[in-house]
């Protein structure tokens, strides 16, 4: 039961970041710090709809029982993948803060979809 808790409150704050971050990243000329942010990591402005396009495909996944695991996957692989153009970019301090979040889906996926009807 607790698991079950545990699991589902990660998962909507998952699905909530994912939705979160995509809806920034279309919006990231209305930012300066975004757009500061990803000229620093070398995130081109033409690679900027495909990496908010991903970020709503992985929320939608996380959603559904059967490709829960893929949006975890690809979840934990923008991550690592924001935590190396970080380490590139000598931003040590920024691919130190995303460890929790590359756990998050991780840890989602040993605790399994807490929704899944037996």
Same mark, same amino acid.
């Given at each position: 039961?607790? @698991? ?24 990231? @000329? ?23 396009? +991903?970020?709503?495909?992985?929320? +939608? ?18 991550? +690592?993948?924001? &935590? ?9 301090? &920024? ?8 756990? &998050?889906?991780?840890?989602? +996926? ?5 929704? @899944?009807? @037996?």
């Amino acid at each position: 039961m607790i @698991k079950n808790i545990i699991s589902a409150a990660l998962l909507l704050i998952s699905v909530t970041l994912s939705f979160k971050h995509a809806w920034d990243t279309m919006h990231y @000329k209305n930012n300066p710090d975004s757009v500061k942010m990803m000229e620093g990591l070398g995130i081109s402005e033409t690679f900027i709809p495909y990496l908010a396009a +991903v970020a709503i495909g992985v929320g +939608v996944l996380l959603l559904i029982p059967r490709t829960f695991f893929l949006g975890n996957m690809l979840n934990a692989i923008l991550i +690592v993948m924001i &935590m190396g153009l970080a380490l590139r970019a000598g931003n040590y301090r &920024m691919a130190l803060i995303e460890i929790p979040f590359l756990a &998050m889906p991780l840890v989602m +996926v040993w605790l399994k979809y807490p929704f @899944k009807l @037996k």
